[in-house]
């Protein structure tokens, strides 16, 4: 009994040891922030829009695809019918990593919307998405992205 009593001691420290260098070893490592970022391309902006999406707010990367390092653009058409739901949804250019084109597309079907005062009809836009993984902030990240946003979402071709 004795020697299983030492034996469960001596693993249970060893397990101890191993879990304080493991969590010690992490918490020197940086942990990349993720960020979705839009830009209107048809209108302008959301302000010209004659809808107002309600949901969601903000866009986030799912941790699959964070811990994948999936990143890129893409942009998409799609309109908004009368009763405030993305329909005809279509990549026009993608850049991307691993399973962004599902995500966006996704995210576009789960928007809702709702009418201005003044709006209300039916609507096709146009719409970039840069999906970003950098930085140790998400002040960085936001950087980063609106940076990429302005490069072009296309691959050349040689």
């Excluded at 030492?6 to 040891?17: D, E, K, P, Q, V």
């Excluded at 991307?96 to 789960?110: T, V």
């Amino acid at each position: 009994m004795e020697k299983i009593l030492g034996r469960f001691i001596t693993l249970t420290l060893f397990c101890c040891a191993f879990y304080s260098s493991v969590t010690l070893a992490q918490s020197n490592k940086m942990v990349l922030q993720t960020n979705v970022h839009e830009t209107y391309l048809v209108p302008e902006s959301s302000d010209a829009l004659s809808w107002v999406r309600v949901s969601p707010e903000n866009l986030s990367m799912p941790r699959k695809l964070e811990r994948k390092g999936a990143k890129g653009c893409g942009i998409f058409s799609f309109n908004i019918n009368s009763d405030g739901y993305a329909k005809e949804i279509k990549t026009e250019a993608l850049v991307s990593s691993f399973g962004l084109r599902r995500l966006a597309k996704e995210y576009i079907e789960s928007w809702r919307w709702e009418p201005k005062p003044s709006g209300g009809i039916e609507e096709t836009v146009l719409l970039r998405l840069d999906f970003c993984i950098a930085g140790a902030t998400q002040e960085e990240v936001k950087a980063v992205c609106e940076y990429q946003a302005t490069l072009p979402c296309s691959r050349k071709r040689g």
